[in-house]
Antibody, heavy 126, light 111 residues
Framework: QVQLVQSGSEVRKPGSSMKVSCKAP????????ITWVRQAPGQGLEWMGR????????NTAQNLQDRVTLTADTATTTAHLELRGLRFEDTAVYYC???????????????????WGQGTLVTVSS | QSALTQPPSASGSPGQSVTISCTGT?????????VSWYQQLPGKAPKVLIY???ERPSGVPDRFSGSKSGNTASLTVTGLQAEDEADYYC???????????FGGGTKLTVL
């Protein structure tokens, strides 16, 4: 199983920003997209967004649209998640996951997230 | 509140079968055959068990199977083993504006 490598834990103050990176293997961006998922302590998984570098396409969950920026550096096959205006409830483990994308009549889908990063704990604390 | 509804817990004895449901709407599970199931062991990243409703990645035991009827998807685990004790999450494609939604997760206990 391909391993995605994420950046280390962060502690941030409310109102500040965080940026998590996700390094994927060299050929990952040719047919794959990167999805970001977070998990608050003791809670379930929350889909945050996805980026498909080959299509120059990035989509974000509606409730996070004004605070999230997804980028990808194709030269280094590294994806980044930036979250601004941090709140206490943004404390979570943030995961990146890779999946092959397919263009369908009802949009671009990533049906199979086959590789995940180890997770990055971001703590928002005053 | 999660977009997809799962029972918070499920249990079974070793060797038994257990089925976990995942209920959505006609805008997600009912509309697309892009339902996935993930297993998450404590302190670990999720791992895909099932994708596209019933497809199993290589390496996933055939004790895990998926199905869908209407707006409800199901994960069945047969021949329960102690190592199956974990949290299980469903997800579904939800169209070109919502994209993807998760269930709230089900904690499976092997008695």
């Amino acid at each position: 199983q391909v391993q995605l490598v994420q950046s280390g834990s962060e502690v941030r103050k409310p109102g500040s920003s965080m940026k998590v990176s996700c390094k994927a293997p060299g050929d990952s961006f040719r047919r794959n997209g990167i999805t970001w998922v977070r998990q608050a302590p003791g809670q379930g998984l929350e889909w945050m967004g996805r980026i498909i570098p080959r299509l120059n396409l990035a989509n974000t969950a509606q409730n996070l649209q004004d605070r999230v920026t997804l980028t990808a550096d194709t030269a280094t096959t590294t994806a980044h998640l930036e979250l601004r205006g941090l709140r206490f409830e943004d404390t979570a483990v943030y995961y990146c996951a890779r999946g092959e994308y397919f263009t369908t009549t009802f949009g671009v889908v990533l049906p199979h997230l086959d590789s995940w990063g180890q997770g990055t704990l971001v703590t928002v604390s005053s | 509140q999660s977009a997809l509804t799962q029972p918070p817990s499920a249990s079974g004895s070793p060797g038994q079968s257990v089925t976990i449901s995942c209920t959505g709407t006609s805008r997600d599970i009912g509309a697309y055959d892009y339902v996935s199931w993930y297993q998450q062991l404590p302190g670990k990243a999720p791992k895909v068990l099932i994708y596209e409703v019933s497809e199993r990645p290589s390496g996933v035991p055939d004790r895990f199977s998926g199905s869908k009827s209407g707006n409800t998807a199901s994960l069945t685990v047969t021949g329960l083993q102690a190592e199956d004790e974990a949290d299980y999450y469903c997800s579904s494609y939800a169209g070109r504006y919502t994209f993807e939604v998760f269930g709230g997760g089900t904690k499976l206990t092997v008695l």
